[in-house]
């Protein structure tokens, strides 16, 4: 089955740097990505996502790049701001009843 | 639309109690699904729906039972609570193929000691 690896576990970085997670995807059929963000005491909420037929999608400071071939995808967030802190998670959708496959999160600080 | 709404919020059960966590969506979305997420830690999956009648279990099923008998409610059964258990839970619905998103209730924090 799908198996998703996120990297890294932790991130920080200074108000105003850019902050980028990366995930890998083993199964070739998923076709849709999403990313997830999850403030302390909430749900996760989907921030952005990507399907398998776009290599790129951008919406305000946060991007999402997929590369197909190398089967990874990437979060970028620019301008980072303290609202940014929080845990975030990829997830894969390998297609038909599956459910998506959750990456393990990033927990990321984001320093005043 | 309320989306997904979960209760209660919060709850402490003793060892060997049973309840059940409920969870209501309001988007007409044929997919739902149980996680929990222990402290520090991500999401795995319990129990899922395709639809009402139909279920199936996740990553960690033991300990928990569901049922769906309509398209809105899906609600997670614990029976004889264990410490092992003490976690937050998840509901989440999603609708497929028209569109992926998946979308999170608030979650239940529970407590079992």
């Known amino acids: 089955g799908e198996n998703v690896e996120q990297h890294p576990s932790t991130l920080s970085v200074q108000e105003g740097d850019s902050a980028v997670i990366k995930c890998t995807y083993s199964?070739?059929?998923?076709?849709?990505f999403p990313w997830y963000k999850q403030e302390l005491g909430k749900g996760p909420q989907l921030i952005i996502d990507?399907?398998?037929?776009?290599g790129e999608k951008k919406d305000q400071r946060i991007a999402v790049t997929l590369n197909k071939t190398a089967k990874h995808f990437s979060l970028h967030i620019t301008e980072t701001q303290p609202e940014d802190s929080a845990v975030y998670f990829c997830?894969?959708?390998?297609?038909?009843?599956?459910?998506?496959?959750f990456g393990k999160g990033t927990r990321l600080s984001v320093i005043a | 639309n309320a989306g997904v709404t979960q209760t209660p919020k919060f709850r402490i059960l003793k060892i060997g109690q049973s309840m059940t966590l409920q969870c209501t969506q309001d988007?007409?979305?044929?997919?739902m699904y149980w996680y929990r997420q222990d402290p520090g830690m991500g999401l795995k999956l319990i129990y899922y729906?395709?639809?009402?009648?139909?279920?199936d279990k996740g990553e960690v099923p033991n300990g928990y039972n569901v049922s769906r008998s309509t398209t809105e409610d899906f609600p997670l059964r614990l029976e004889l609570a264990a410490p092992s258990q003490t976690s937050v839970y998840f509901c989440?619905?999603?609708?497929?193929?028209?569109?992926?998103?998946?979308?999170f209730g608030p979650g239940t924090r529970l407590t079992v000691t």
């Open positions: 988007m007409n979305h044929n997919y």
């Open positions: 989440a619905s999603r609708t497929v193929p028209r569109t992926y998103e998946q979308y």
């Open positions: 997830a894969a959708y390998p297609g038909g009843n599956t459910p998506l496959v």
């Open positions: 199964d070739s059929a998923s076709n849709y």
């Open positions: 990507i399907r398998s037929n776009v």
């Open positions: 729906s395709v639809g009402a009648g139909i279920t």
